[in-house]
């Protein structure tokens, strides 16, 4: 037996990735469709929205603006979350503009040393959120055509992000970043000067770019995956096996698409709400508190760089999913 799981922890990932190479082959033509619709969802809808966002989260990190915010709301953020206040731009930035800026502004902050390793982890765990507007104009108007729904959903998501934050003060509270108190930055940063504005800006388009393709590359990848799924039978059989259990095939497909890929799933979701309305709501909080995997490599690849953990990311979006349908429950 331990020969067995010894060999499986081994040939787990080659076995998977094996499976989706010959899926790929089998079932080319609806992949090929699935990620022409994955590429153009990230041409017409990512890139616009999320691009401008990356440069301007870039530009903003090489002013005083992490620094004014220190000084406003430090008293606030240390008892509360146990960090500095400059970390109030992630937090801030994070709920306005969607996944995953909270992560390239944590990052920002760590490479200029205005945050430590472990602050880092503890704000990884929280500042990555939907943006107001996919939750009020996506799925409050657009899915369930209700915008008492999306406020709902919108305040239980927000709540629930600081419900974590709370909870994530605790996160390795007894350890110390020596290297990072000995070599720790001044967060206030000289004035830019206007013959520096070329070298910044090109800086900042370069490392947008970067970003932004690596989201392209996620989003065609589960989109192709979920269309092996789908074609292959395998939400069918995942489905019915459940449905001997009492679970209704509609949710089980619903929750595995959302915790593979958010936008599917929450459509999904909406797509019930006639049917179960209860269900539908609080499936789709508890989906966009957690994420989803392709949110969460997208997160994973931004993150990597600067050498901070995934597990309080993954910790913190599971806890936020939990906390998210606990609070739309109390306020429906």
Known sequence: MNFIVISIKKYFFTFIFLLFIIGLILFSNN????AQDGLALWATKVVPSLFPFFVATE??????????????????????????????????LGTISGYPIGAKIVCNL???????????????????????LFILG??????????????????????????????????????????????????????????????????????????????????????????????????????????????PQDITITTITGILELTNGVNLSSSIYQSLPMISILLTSFLLGFGGISVLLQVYSIIVKQNISIKPYFYGKLLQGLFSVLFTFILI
């Open 31 to 34: 992949n090929l469709v699935a």
């Open 59 to 92: 530009l903003l990190c090489q002013t005083n603006f992490t620094y004014i915010l220190g000084k406003l709301f430090n008293k606030f953020m240390k008892p509360i979350f146990n960090v500095p206040g400059e970390s109030s731009a992630a937090i801030i």
């Open 110 to 132: 760590k490479e200029q040393k205005v945050i430590s390793k472990i602050e880092a982890e503890r704000l990884i765990a929280y500042t990555n959120n939907s943006g107001p």
């Open 138 to 247: 996506t799925i409050g108007i657009a899915l369930f055509n209700d915008k008492k729904i999306g406020f709902i959903l919108l305040i239980s998501h927000i709540l629930a992000s600081v419900a974590v934050g709370y909870c994530f003060r605790f996160w390795k509270k007894d350890k110390f970043d020596i290297n990072f108190r000995e070599t720790k930055f001044n967060s206030k940063l000289s004035p830019i000067k206007v013959s520096d504005m070329g070298e910044i800006l090109g800086n900042s388009i370069k490392k947008s770019i970067s970003s932004i393709l690596a989201i392209g590359g996620f989003i065609v990848l589960f989109s192709v995956i979920l269309s092996i799924l789908n074609t292959s039978s395998i939400f069918d059989i995942i489905s019915s096996i459940l449905y001997n259990f009492g679970v």
